[in-house]
């Protein structure tokens, strides 16, 4: 499995009154055909183990029962790369 981790700063603050990190995790595999997972995961997350352990935890925290705020998609390359191609489109500054 090829996987890689990135970073954003969540501008519309998660968790009122700071900014956050929210942690993106690409990974890519084939399973009865290629495939393409994103996990969006609340704060910084270094490792796919402290991924997946954030992960196993949601709904632990008495006080923030809905910690870590996360959210994951499985698609095939071919549709990653139209809403990438989407994303470029829209984001591009214009000339």
Known sequence: ???????????YMLRQGTWT??????????YRGP???????????KTSEEIDKAVSEYGKNPHFPDYPKHFEIIC????MLDL????????????
């Open 76 to 79: 095939s390359p071919e549709d």
């Open 1 to 11: 499995m090829e996987e890689k981790i990135l970073y954003l700063q969540d501008r």
């Open 84 to 95: 990438v191609k989407t994303l470029v489109k829209i984001c591009e500054t214009e000339k």
């Open 35 to 45: 495939r393409v997972k994103l996990t969006f995961l609340e704060g910084y997350h």
């Open 21 to 30: 990190c929210v942690t993106v995790r690409v990974q890519r595999w084939y």
